[in-house]
């Protein structure tokens, strides 16, 4: 059986594919790089000294909510392909400007009263964590036990600061 020799076109041809596939892979290796994570949203985990809620209640919060609530998002590998990036760092974003578990003490006690309102409200309604995190975190849903512990330390915040 004899080989199909490429012909002069079919080379160049090939060739003009390869050159275009290489400058897709440099450009998307780039923008990876250009929108890749700061530094500070990746020290490794939140230290339960800057959760300042009860303990069961920090154990929840790691559990469930810090990756978006905290600067202390655990990135994905997925997480740094462009334009994943982009996704994941606005969603965090959001995340923390709603509500910044870190960041608690530094809120006036009317923003933790409307917050610890907000959280009851959001795992009631089975809101937090959202859908679409839970489908690669699956461990990071909430059981019934968590969420009835989620809305007791509300009513208690609320009850006992208002
Ligand atoms: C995948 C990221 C992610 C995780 C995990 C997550 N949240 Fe959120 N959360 C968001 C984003 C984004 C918003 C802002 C947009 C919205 O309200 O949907 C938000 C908003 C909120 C708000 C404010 C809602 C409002 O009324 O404005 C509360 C309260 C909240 N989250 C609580 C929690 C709690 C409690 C957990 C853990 C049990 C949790 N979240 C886990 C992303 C997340």
């Known amino acids: 059986m004899k080989l199909p020799i490429l012909s002069k076109n079919d080379r160049l041809n090939l060739m003009k594919k390869f050159v275009i596939f290489l400058f897709i892979i440099i450009i998307w290796g780039l923008a990876s790089y250009l929108t890749r994570w700061s530094a500070s ?7 339960n000294s800057e959760l300042v809620f009860p303990e069961n209640i920090n154990k929840i919060f790691q559990k469930s909510c810090i990756d978006c609530h905290t600067p202390y ?8 392909i462009f334009p994943v990036t982009l996704y994941l760092q606005d969603h965090v974003k959001e995340g923390q400007d709603e509500l910044n ?3 608690w003490n530094e809120y006036k006690l009317k923003r933790q009263l409307k917050k610890a309102e907000e959280i009851f409200e959001e795992v009631n309604e089975g ?3 959202p859908t679409s995190y839970l489908i690669l975190h ?3 849903k909430l059981n019934v036990e968590e969420i009835e512990e989620l809305k007791l330390w509300s009513e208690n915040f609320i009850s006992t600061h208002e």
């Open 101 to 103: 578990l870190a960041k």
């Open 127 to 129: 809101e937090m964590p």
């Open 73 to 80: 998002t655990k990135i994905p590998l997925y997480g740094h």
């Open 41 to 47: 949203s990746v020290p490794p985990q939140v230290s």
């Open 138 to 140: 699956p461990d990071s």
